[in-house]
């Protein structure tokens, strides 16, 4: 699966040189493309990827937008598939605690405590020590391999039964220390939105984030999406993809899109949180959760070496090419999916995948 996050580093690396290289008088996406989709399909071939979504912003307008291969049960992918999308949804949790920060209702300085009083951790002195703002900078002390145990060992569990299970989590670390990823972390913001707003999670998400941004497709019911047009998943076996089934994950929140609706949602990060006349969110609060607020790491994510700090649901660092990206990747063992915005040049791009091999994002 190395060749999954090759296929979007040569977006970056090759193909935005091409972006302007346009003849006068064409539409956008009519040259330049063509090498970029031929490459991806050259890779798909090479890696046995049944199929990608790709999706490319410049500008504040989709650019080029492609499916490739096989959606299954005799379908295509299309850019109106709809794949999950792991871990690119704690980008959607923050945004929505920034709302909830916008409306009053929630202090980024706050415990948690003041919003959940029953949380807790090993450490229960500790836990009254995290705040929201460790929370979303993934400086709350709580490990990676908490979050995956999360998923491995209580995939079942609805949202609070999810965050109530942390209350014989150890912390790795002081609270506030330094920066470790952990999917613990954006669970329990997703329960603040839950419990602040007085609205199911992904209700919230669906009233406040995706039908703002004409979202129409997006959810986060696994049924919901088997309904619509959701794409089968695989998992490597031997180097070749077999057909997997997806997991609810009730506590995770997991979120189902489009390529097309991903555009639009990174889209509105570049226009500083407006989409057409709604702001969804205000240009400061942009600003912040898109803002480096931690110690730099490096590590190497499926064969390749990056060196990022971490924000609001988004990695702060070089990327490709550019070195100034914000990205993040969601997955699990049956997809992958990338997304990445490069701020000083008004550039976008998503990538979706329905086969992985890789733990948790």
Known sequence: MKRSVSILMIVLLLGVPMFTARTAGQEPGETGFASIDAFIEDEMDASRIPGVALAIVEGGQVTHMRGFGDAGSGAEVTPQTLFPIGSLTKSMTALAIMQLVEAGSVDLDAPVRDYLPWFTVADDDAAGRITIGHLLNQTSGLSRQTGIDLIVEQGDADLEETVRSLASAELNRAVGERFEYSNANYAVLSL?????????????????????????SATTSLAEAEDGNLTDVHRYWFGWPVRSGLSELPGHEPAFVSVEDMATYVTMYLNDGRHGDLQIVSPESIREMLAPATDEVSRTLLGTEFTYQYGMGWFAGPFGGVEDARWHLGELPTFNAWMVLEPEQDRAVVVLTNAGSQMPW
């Open 192 to 216: 603040v939105v839950q419990e602040v707003s007085g609205l199911p999670f992904g209700d919230y998400l669906r009233e406040h984030i995706f039908a703002p941004l004409g979202m129409a």
